[in-house]
Structure formats: structure tokens, C-alpha cells
């Protein structure tokens, strides 16, 4: 399981990826990012509501409502052209992270400390 | 949809589910809508795959959260949304509720704390109603000869001159230079002359009275200002002998009746610079008074024609009688077209100068200036302090400034009121802050509280002051001499203005007391540690400091000013003005019994002496250049009276060399009286048996000298006067007035006497007569007026002052009742207490008084600079203001502390 806190943190970055795609609504993007992290990545369903719409504050993504096949009303999000830079920032953040932690673990380095 | 198994209803389930959550305010309505279809898409997948409507229910309800947690969540994106004002609509209702909430406490505070915001309240009051007045009094001021459709081309010509000495600017000019500015100037449109015709005596049948505002115009004259006509057109003033009433002249003279085309006398038939004048009338037209805020003012207006004098002067560039008027084109450039009209008078004076025996290249090769300026007429009743105004009043725009400046004051002084007592009430309010900032308040929520409570205070401020002024109206302009209105506060501009004054005196007085309470760490203040006040406690003596400063300052101006005006009613005029009553005589109404009269007279018992002469102090006196024995061709100015041989005796004036004229004496033809000064200017060292040379008239021979005396205003110091007996004929005047010292304890008696014997020699003829110490203290109106209005605007400083002090005062005592037990059970006396509750303030109120003195002095320096005559600005004022401003102050800090001193300590130390 992955921590609650790198949960959090990686819930903009993964939301905003999700919907550079095309846009989408809440129960398809849990099922998406259940299916992604092949069940590692648990959010708690009502979680990602509030991180939707502070990101629509932000005005990184925008929502239409709109009727499903079946007839019922849901709220789309799709990325704002903001959303897309900060995705882009967002990127590189996390492939420097990425590129630390690689390093580091790679195979010449001295990881154990000294005792 | 509608999944249903057995006996649960999905639909009815999801509705509770969500009925539970609409009452949280973290959720909006579109938030519940999203999680509700979040529900249904997840148990339709889980029922899709097996499980019953129930359990699927379960299943995704857990996975969406507990209430709790999801509230949370929700919350917290909530408060960020409320703060960017994504949803306007929600965010303005927060708002709404807020400000109503914010009224409610402001109301309760006002409400718990009578006694401070009764404080607050009336010297706000005062202070909005003072400038509310002055505002009044300065717009009136502002707006004068504003109702002239043409009103900002209308320009007068000011004679601009410097010949001989002397240089000035003045408003008369002379007949011909309108004719030429309108033949001559391009760029003038029309011209119009107006010729103040004096005092004369207008009848209708049997009734009669003196008229002083006649006034001979142009034709052009109703055509270039807008003095609308009730009856008759614009034509009316074309012919002679036509003349136009106000409405208030023809209601005089007519009554009810159709004045148009009545006969009107107006002065006697006549010979006039040798043309005849005749005084017969025909009424053409009907104007309505003119505005009180016009500096043309006039009650008939006659046509030019009508005087022989103003024609026979055609020709005369140095006749300086007529006030010339001229309308310019829109597109007029006022500086090039006076350029012009020097060459245009270059051109046309020197052959009027010849014919009067001066020469125009003289003037000019003396570097001397003979010249027109154009003064838009808007600048006129403000702007003519030294022109002049022969047809109506002038205003001072110094006295405005001063006004303005006072006015401010007093609302300063009201706005420091609520600041201190705001602040100082901090400690009550102290404990409020803490648990509001506790509880969550931002620090924005707080100062919105305190910034509605002083706007509120200030709605209800201006309310009472709107109701004072209305009251004070009346008494205010009897001071000011205007008749002002309150009826432009119902005008949208009055109303703005109005709006504005409240807000900006509610956020002057709420601005820094908001800062301050809100800067309350609530942790220190629930601890009670934040209240050692230091950092407020030095502001508030600062601003009462300020406060104390300014009404020193105006209780020590309106003293000096007073001081001035007392110098003058006491000071030594050289002449006997108690008593002195003065009858006219105008247009020779006694004709040729004048003499006879005073003869009459002087037989009564209650007068001791009268007098006939060309005129008395403060009134007219007659100018002109005359030679002096032994000082060759050079020409003295000398102004002087045409007397006889009572006025020496009848003015008490003191003769110092030679003597005065003697009764009856045939040595009194061709001879004179000099003052003082004219002996000194003329460089006489014995000037008795000297003779003076009026150039074309002949020669008098001074047979005494008198002490110098005022003949005029004591703006102007004295300047070389004579006293010419009648009997020489010197020069020709047309007025004169007849002087009775009487009976100072028996005035009425007195009167009755001289009206008597008038009636007797003039029985058609009105009987007109003044006092000489009221036309003296009549020449100082104006400085009366502002005397008054210092008085009253000092006095409401200081009265705003003190309510502030009380309510300062109240709060220091209320804070230190505990020590006030604990020093008393210790043995301190009451006196003693009182000592140290007065020492804080005393202290303030001498720091003002320091920085007051100063300030007054320099102003009264700046003021007194205008009369040639001025006290001795002394110690006193500043001491008596000072001394009664600490008398005030201690007296109002003093009955607290008293008050406090005498309480049981024992209560007081219960107090907390």
C-alpha cells in the first residue's frame, strides 16, 4: 500500500495526466486509477471529489454537467490550457524526483551508511 | 432505475443518505448531485456484478467516507472557494448576512455603552453641523454671479493705473472706453456701462423715500445679463427719462397696482456739469430683484441718457465714474486683447489728458501706466478686495480660507473624539477580540465590526447634525449676514456630499481604532496582559494634544481679533464721537436755510453743538492738489471738509497752533485748517499765516493747525487734511451733512428735538440721521462678523474638545478604580487622588498650549497687517485662552476623579 501522504501528494499530478487525456467524470477516473496501480493506489471515493474542485479553483480544469447514457446528470472535468502548464511542471517535478531516486538506487552507488 | 430487491428501495435509501448531508453548509447542492451519481454509477457496477441493491449500497457508501471525514474535505476546499469568490452569488449573501450581523452588534455596543456613544455622537454632531454651516456660508460664496447665461465671457474693465506716486487698480473707468473697446477690440461682443447715481430722493405723489441703489445703464444692459423682466422687454432702457424697478421698489411705490408707464420723480430738476437734468420718470419695465449672489445689486435701474453727466464726459479718459462691462467671444484670447487696448487708449487718452492740462507722454515717460485689464465677472465679488465693487459687495476670500480652515478643525476635533474614545474603550472590548479571534474571527471580519460601528456612529452623527444645522440656521445667518438654506442637502449633489461627510468622517474616526483593536493577540489579551495599552495611551495624548492645541489656538484668535476691534471702539479718533448725531443733507434738502437750521439749533437746550460741513469722518471727503507757500510748483494731495465755524467745536477737535474760525468773522473767507500731517508733508515748520494755492481757484491762508484725527477707515493711516470755512467757495458739492452734539443721556429726547425743528424747515423733505459711534463701528462689520464666528466656532472646539476629555477622563477612572481603592484604603486622601488623576491631563493641556501660542501669533501677525492702526498684540489672550482651556480640562477631568475619590473603596475593590 502506498502511504497516505504520497497519496496526497500524487493526486494533482495523476488527476491532471488523467484528464490531459480527454475529459472524464469522478466514478471513470477512480476506476481509471484503480486499474492503473492495479489496486496499490487506494483512494477513498470521496477524497477526489474536494481535489476536483480545488483544481477547478485553481482554474486547472474546468466541468460541464452533462447527461450519461443512462439518462443521469454528471459533471465532465477536462483540462484548462493553465492545467496543461501546470501538468507540464508538475512533469518535470516528479522526473526529477524520479531521476534522484533512480540515481540514487542505482547500482554504483553506497547506499548502506556506514556503520 | 429504480434497483429494487425485496423490501429496500435504493432510491428512497440514496434520498436519506443525502437528506443527512443537505443540511451541511460544506455542501453545496451540485457537490451532492456529483457524489449522488458517483453512488448510483458504483452500485450498478457492484450490483452488475452480483451483490444485492442493500449491499451494494453498503459497499460504496464505505468507500466513498464517513460524513465526518468527507465534511472535512469539502470544508476545506469550501473556505478557499468562499475566499476567491468563485460563486458570487452565494458570496454576496455571506456578505449581506455578515453586514447585517456586524449591525447588530454595532447596535448592541452602542447600545450597552450610552454614555460613550452619547459622547461620540454629539461631538461628531457638532462637529459635521459646524462645517456643514460653513460649507453652506462657503458654496453661497463660491457661487457669486453665477446665473448669467453668458456669465463666463462677461468680463469687467479694472482701470489699472500708476500716475503720480500712487498705483492702484480700481473698478471705475471712464465713459468712452466702451464704445471703443466694442468699435475698436476685435473680439468683444458687446459692452454695457453702469453709473451709480447715489443717494437721491425718489417720489410718487405723496410718497417719498431716499434711494441708494440707482443705478444708470447702458441699453445693452438687460441684453448682456440675465436680470429677467416680469414686465416690459429688453428694449425698456433705451430712451431717457425710463427707469425699471425690482419687484420689491415697485410694490414700494405701487403696491398691487400696474406700475408700466407711471410717473416717477426721481432727485429735483436741475443743472448738471451745466446740462439740465430732468427728474421726470416714466416707469418701463419690471425686474425681478436680483440674486443675493450677484455683485451687481441694484432696486432701479435708469437709462443713461437720462443723466446729462455721463454724456458731457464722453470725450474724458481720466472721468473714472463708470463701471464698464464686456462680453467677448467664445474664442477670445483676453491677454492679446488687453495688449490691444493699451495702444487703443495710447491712441485716444492723450487728448483728454491735454484738455484737463496733464500730458499723457509725462504719465507714461514717469514710467507711469494708465491702463484696462479685463476681470471675468466671476472673479469679481472675490477677487476685488483692492478694486472695488460700486454696485455692490465684495467678499473676502481670506476670511473664507479662514472659515474653511476653522471648520475643518472643529471636525478634526470631533474625529479625534471618536478615535480616542474608541481606542480607549479597547480594554472593555479587549476580551471581545479574544474570544471572536479565538473562535476563528480574521482579523478583516473584525476591523468590517469596528469600521460599521464608527460609520454608524457617524449615520447617526449626521442625522443630528443635519437637525442642529437646521436650527442654527437662523442665528448663524444673522452673523454672516446671508440668508443660506439647507434646501440644497435635498439636491443630488447636497445628498452625495452628504453620503460622502458620513462615510469619510466614519472611516477617519474608524480606521485607526480598527487597526488597533484588531491587532489583539487573543492569547495575551484572554490573559489579560495586552492591556498596558502603552502604545494607544501615547496616541491618545498625541491626539488630545492636537485637539487642546487647535482650541487654544481659536480661543486666542478670536481673543486678538476682539482685542483689535476693542482698540478701535476705544481708541483715540482725535474727535468726539459719543453723541455725535449726523443728519443728512443730501442734494441740499434744507436748500438755502441749511445755516438757519444749525442757528435754530444751537439754541435748544440738549444740543451743544451742530454743525454743517461737506462731510464727516467715515464719509465722504474731497480730494485734489494744491500748492504750498514757498515750495514752488510742486502739488500737494489734500483731502478735506467744506465747514463752518461750529465744526471745530462740534467735533471737539483740538486746535494745537493759530486758531479755529472765529463766529461771524469776514476773515474766515479764504482760509483754513491743516492737520498734522499735512503740516509735516508740506514742510511747513510755521504754517500759521501760510498760504495754500488751489490751482484755479485762488489762495487760502491757514490761520491754525488741529490735532490729526481719523476722517477715515483705520485700514488707512491719516493723511494731509484741511478744514476749508464754506464761506470761501473753494469747490462745489452737492451733499452735505449737518453734525449735533447732543445730550448723551437723553438721546431720544434729543432726537425728537432736531426732528422737531427739521420738520419745521423741511416739512417735505425725509429726515435722515445716523450716530457717529455707529458708523464707525459700522465700518468694521465685516471684522465684527468674523470676531463672532471665531467666538461661536471656538467655543464648539472647545465644547467638542471637553466631551471628548469627559469621556477619556470617565475611562482613565474606571481603570484605575482599584488602585483609587487600594490607595484609599491605604490612607490617600481624596484631594490627593484628584491630584493624580488630574496630573496626566494637565500635563497634555500645557504641551497644547505650548504649541498654540505660536500658531495664534503668527496668524495674528499675518492679520493685524492689514490696518494701518493695530493693537499691541499682548501677553494676555494667550494666557487667558491657555488658562481656560486648563480651567475646562481640569474641571472636566477633576468632577470624574472627584467622583471616583469619593467612592467607598470598598466597592471598589469589588469592582472588576
Known amino acids: ?88 511542471r508538475e512533469k518535470k517535478n516528479w522526473l526529477c524526483v524520479n531521476a534522484i531516486l533512480a540515481a540514487l538506487w542505482g547500482p554504483d552507488l553506497e547506499l548502506t551508511p556506514a556503520i | 432505475m429504480g434497483t429494487s430487491m425485496g423490501n429496500f428501495d435504493l432510491d428512497r435509501a440514496i434520498k436519506a443518505w443525502r437528506k443527512g448531508l443537505t443540511r451541511n453548509r460544506a455542501f453545496f447542492p ?40 468527507l465534511e472535512g474535505e469539502f470544508r476545506k476546499v469550501r473556505r478557499g472557494r468562499s475566499k476567491r469568490a468563485a460563486s458570487w452569488r452565494s458570496d454576496s449573501a455571506w456578505t449581506v448576512a455578515l453586514i447585517g450581523n456586524y449591525l447588530r452588534i454595532a447596535t448592541r455596543t452602542l447600545r450597552r455603552h450610552a454614555f460613550f456613544t452619547g459622547l461620540n455622537v454629539a461631538g461628531l454632531a457638532v462637529g ?14 463660491f457661487s457669486y454671479d453665477r446665473f448669467h447665461e453668458d456669465g463666463d465671457r462677461i468680463h469687467r474693465l479694472n482701470w489699472d493705473f500708476a500716475w503720480d506716486g500712487r498705483e492702484g487698480i480700481g473698478s471705475g473707468t471712464p465713459p468712452p472706453l466702451a464704445a471703443a473697446l466694442r468699435d475698436e477690440i476685435a473680439g468683444v461682443e458687446a459692452v454695457t456701462r453702469l453709473y451709480p447715481i447715489g443717494d437721491v430722493i425718489v417720489r410718487r405723489a405723496d410718497r417719498f423715500f431716499t434711494e441708494g441703489g440707482i443705478v444708470a445703464v447702458d441699453s445693452s444692459f438687460l441684453r448682456m445679463f440675465t436680470f429677467p423682466l416680469v414686465r416690459g422687454n429688453a428694449d425698456a432702457l433705451g430712451a431717457p427719462g425710463s427707469i425699471v424697478l425690482t419687484e420689491t421698489a415697485a410694490r414700494k411705490y405701487f403696491g398691487e397696482d400696474n406700475p408700466m408707464g407711471q410717473p416717477l420723480s426721481v432727485g429735483e430738476d436741475g443743472v448738471v456739469f451745466g446740462r439740465p437734468y430732468s427728474s421726470n420718470f416714466t416707469v418701463t419695465g419690471v425686474a425681478q430683484d436680483p440674486p443675493e449672489g450677484s455683485h451687481i445689486q441694484f432696486d432701479m435701474l435708469t437709462s443713461m441718457p437720462s443723466h446729462p453727466q455721463v454724456e458731457q464726459f464722453d470725450w474724458s479718459w ?41 500730458s499723457f507722454d509725462e504719465l507714461l515717460a514717469a514710467g507711469g501706466r494708465w491702463d484696462f485689464r479685463f476681470q471675468p465677472i466671476h472673479d469679481v465679488y472675490l477677487g476685488s478686495a483692492d478694486i472695488g465693487n460700486r ?19 472643529v471636525l478634526l476635533i470631533a474625529c479625534i473624539n471618536a478615535m480616542n474614545l474608541s481606542t480607549a474603550r479597547s480594554s472593555r472590548r479587549a476580551n471581545e477580540v479574544g474570544v471572536r479571534k479565538a473562535l476563528g474571527s480574521a482579523r478583516s471580519g473584525l476591523m468590517a465590526q469596528f469600521l460599521t460601528e464608527s460609520i454608524l456612529f457617524s449615520l447617526i452623527a449626521t442625522v443630528l447634525a443635519v437637525a442642529l444645522a437646521w436650527t442654527l440656521l437662523g442665528p448663524f445667518n444673522q452673523v454672516a449676514g446671508k440668508s443660506l438654506s439647507l434646501s440644497i442637502l435635498a439636491t443630488p449633489s447636497g445628498g452625495v456630499i452628504l453620503l460622502g461627510a458620513m462615510l469619510g468622517v466614519g472611516l477617519l474616526s474608524g480606521v485607526y481604532p480598527s487597526l488597533y483593536l484588531s491587532s489583539f493577540r487573543p492569547v495575551e489579551v484572554l490573559k489579560g496582559r495586552a492591556l498596558s495599552g502603552h502604545r494607544g495611551r501615547r496616541f491618545r495624548s498625541v491626539l488630545v494634544v492636537v485637539q487642546f492645541t487647535i482650541s487654544i489656538a481659536l480661543i486666542a484668535c478670536t481673543l486678538l481679533v476682539r482685542g483689535q476691534m476693542d482698540f478701535f471702539r476705544d481708541m483715540d479718533l482725535g474727535f468726539e464721537r459719543q453723541g455725535v ?167 431720544q429726547e434729543s432726537i425728537a428735538v432736531v426732528r422737531a425743528e427739521w420738520e419745521r424747515f423741511a416739512p417735505d423733505q425725509p429726515f435722515e440721521y445716523t450716530f457717529m459711534d455707529q458708523n464707525l463701528e459700522a465700518q468694521y462689520a465685516e471684522e465684527r462678523r468674523l470676531e463672532s464666528l471665531f467666538l461661536i466656532f471656538a467655543a464648539l472646539a472647545i465644547l467638542v474638545a471637553c466631551l471628548g ?50 500658531i495664534a501669533w503668527m496668524w495674528v501677525q499675518d492679520w493685524l497687517e492689514d490696518f494701518a492702526f493695530r493693537t499691541e498684540v ?35 475593590l469589588r469592582y472588576d
Not at chain 2, 457496477?45 to 451494494?56: F, I, K, P, W
Open chain 1, 1 to 88: 500500500m502506498i502511504s497516505k501522504e504520497l497519496v496526497g501528494a500524487s493526486a494533482r499530478p495523476i488527476l491532471l495526466s488523467i484528464l490531459s487525456r480527454g475529459e472524464s467524470y469522478g466514478y471513470a477516473i477512480l476506476k481509471q486509477v484503480h486499474d492503473l496501480s492495479e489496486g496499490d493506489l487506494e483512494w477513498k471515493d470521496g477524497m477526489l471529489y474536494p481535489v476536483l474542485h480545488r483544481l477547478q479553483d485553481e482554474q486547472l480544469i474546468a466541468s460541464t454537467w452533462r447527461k450519461s447514457e443512462a439518462g443521469r446528470r454528471r459533471k465532465y472535468y477536462r483540462l484548462t490550457p493553465q492545467g496543461e502548464q501546470a501538468l507540464v
Open chain 2, 30 to 69: 451540485e457537490d451532492l448531485d456529483e457524489l449522488e451519481g458517483h453512488l448510483r454509477d458504483h452500485i450498478e457496477e457492484l450490483t452488475a456484478s452480483g451483490l444485492t441493491g442493500e449491499d451494494a449500497l453498503q459497499a460504496a457508501l464505505r468507500r466513498l467516507g464517513q460524513h465526518r471525514l
Open chain 2, 128 to 141: 459635521l453641523a459646524s462645517c456643514l454651516l460653513i460649507l453652506l456660508y462657503l458654496q453661497s460664496e
Open chain 2, 318 to 358: 481720466v472721468w473714472m465714474q463708470v463701471t464698464t462691462y464686456a462680453r467677448v467671444s467664445p474664442q477670445a484670447n483676453v491677454v492679446a486683447m488687453e495688449e490691444q487696448v493699451t495702444d487703443l487708449v495710447a491712441r485716444r487718452a492723450p487728448a483728454a489728458f491735454t484738455r484737463v492740462g496733464f
Open chain 2, 391 to 409: 454696485v455692490g459687495p465684495t467678499g473676502s476670500i481670506r476670511n473664507l480660507k479662514i472659515f474653511g480652515v476653522v471648520a475643518l478643525f
Open chain 2, 581 to 747: 448725531m449726523v443728519v443728512s443733507n443730501h442734494d441740499h434738502r434744507l436748500g438755502n436755510s441749511a445755516e438757519a437750521f444749525v442757528d435754530v439749533l444751537m439754541e435748544q437746550g440738549l444740543v451743544e453743538s451742530a454743525s454743517v460741513s461737506s462731510g464727516v469722518p467715515t464719509t465722504f471727503s474731497f480730494e485734489d492738489y494744491y500748492k504750498v507757500d514757498g515750495r514752488g510748483d510742486e502739488q500737494f494731495e489734500m483731502a478735506s471738509y467744506l465747514v463752518d465755524d461750529h465744526f471745530v467745536d462740534t467735533y471737539g477737535l483740538e486746535v494745537i497752533d493759530g486758531q479755529a474760525f472765529q463766529p461771524t468773522s469776514p476773515a474766515n473767507r479764504r482760509s483754513m485748517l491743516l492737520n498734522q500731517v499735512a503740516v509735516n508733508q508740506f514742510g511747513l515748520t510755521d504754517p500759521v499765516g501760510k498760504r495754500i494755492t488751489y490751482p484755479g481757484v485762488g489762495d487760502f491762508t491757514v490761520i491754525g493747525v488741529v490735532r490729526d484725527f481719523n476722517f477715515r477707515s483705520l485700514d488707512q493711516p491719516i493723511r494731509p487734511f484741511g478744514l476749508i470755512h464754506e464761506s470761501s467757495e473753494a469747490y462745489q458739492i452737492p451733499n452735505s451733512s449737518v453734525s449735533v452734539r447732543v445730550a448723551v443721556d437723553r438721546l
Open chain 2, 805 to 854: 476629555l469627559l469621556g477619556l477622563a470617565a475611562f482613565v477612572v474606571e481603570r484605575r478604580t482599584k488602585e483609587i481603592g487600594i490607595r484609599k484604603s491605604l490612607g490617600a486622601t481624596d484631594t490627593s487622588l484628584v491630584q493624580l488623576l488630574i496630573r496626566d491631563f494637565t500635563k497634555w493641556v500645557l504641551l497644547a498650549n505650548l504649541l498654540a501660542w505660536p
Open chain 2, 874 to 908: 499682548s501677553l494676555w489672550p494667550f494666557l487667558v485662552a491657555g488658562l481656560a482651556a486648563l480651567a475646562i480640562a481640569v474641571l472636566t477631568v477633576g468632577l470624574q476623579a472627584a467622583r471616583a475619590a469619593r467612592a467607598d473603596p470598598v466597592t471598589a
